[in-house]
């Protein structure tokens, strides 16, 4: 899996050491991420490893491994249950006294006790880049079904990411075998405003990368957007102006720059 994962056309791969691992087999699977981190190329722009709960026995080990021995392409470490800014601080101060290298922090939302500190948690340290929704766990801990009904959560996820300025990256739809429900989940993540979408099986990324990646279209209009408002800055100071009729001014800019990024990304 490893060694398949190289290839695949995903933004970030994100490799596990926690709930997939067995305990028995947690210190020969971290000896193999270890390995494969420090050989060979990887097709993703980011590559991360999801270490295993701050309060188990195996998450300093990993942390150490990791920063010491597992290669370049670690980029970032995905955190499992984080429940306040205390978590998020701590492992940022553990990092800090085995290594300088500048990894990032991608923490994940699945408990009710996380859920409440949400906001904190994502101004935690400089090192968190994006906030994650754990449907399963998540569902557990709220003793609810991981359905449709999860407009609040996705709110407040997506508010608290935001304030930060950090991205918000939605949790995996369970099955792999429906294409369409797939797509149609990531429609609505995308509707929420969120950056992506987590996929648990190669057959999910088509779709991830067909709904996130912006529109021929709508490059179109954020290209005329920036060059609307470039020229009437240049010309007269102003900082709106109308474009096919509607005003578009620093908002609309901003929008603007972040679907050209998200453009970019899709084309490398």
Known sequence: ???RAR????????IDLEDSVPPQAKDEARAAVVAALGAGDWHAATVAVRIN?????????????????????LDCFVV???ESPDDVGFLSRLMN?????PVGLELLIETATGLANVNEIALASPQVEALIVGYADLAASLGRPAGDDWDWVLNSVLVAARAAGVQAIDGPYFDVRD???TRARAARARGFGYDGK???????????????????????????????LEDAQTSDGRGAVLLDGGMI????????????????????
Request: aromatic share 4%; proline share 5%; with cysteine.
């Open 1 to 3: 899996m490893l060694d």
């Open 7 to 14: 290839a695949l056309p995903a933004d970030e791969i994100v």
């Open 53 to 73: 709960a701050l309060d188990t026995e195996w998450c300093l080990r990993d942390i150490v491994a990791l920063l010491e021995t597992g290669g370049e392409r």
């Open 80 to 82: 499992p249950k984080v």
């Open 97 to 101: 006294m085995v290594s300088d290298r």
């Open 179 to 181: 294409v369409e429900g």
């Open 198 to 228: 987590w996929a648990l099986h190669p057959a999910q990324l088509d779709p991830l990368n067909e709904v996130f990646a912006p529109t021929e279209q709508e490059v179109t209009h954020a290209t005329a957007v920036l060059a609307a």
């Open 249 to 268: 001014d620093e908002a609309m800019r901003k929008q603007a720059v972040g679907v050209l990024a998200r453009a970019r990304v899709n084309s490398a």
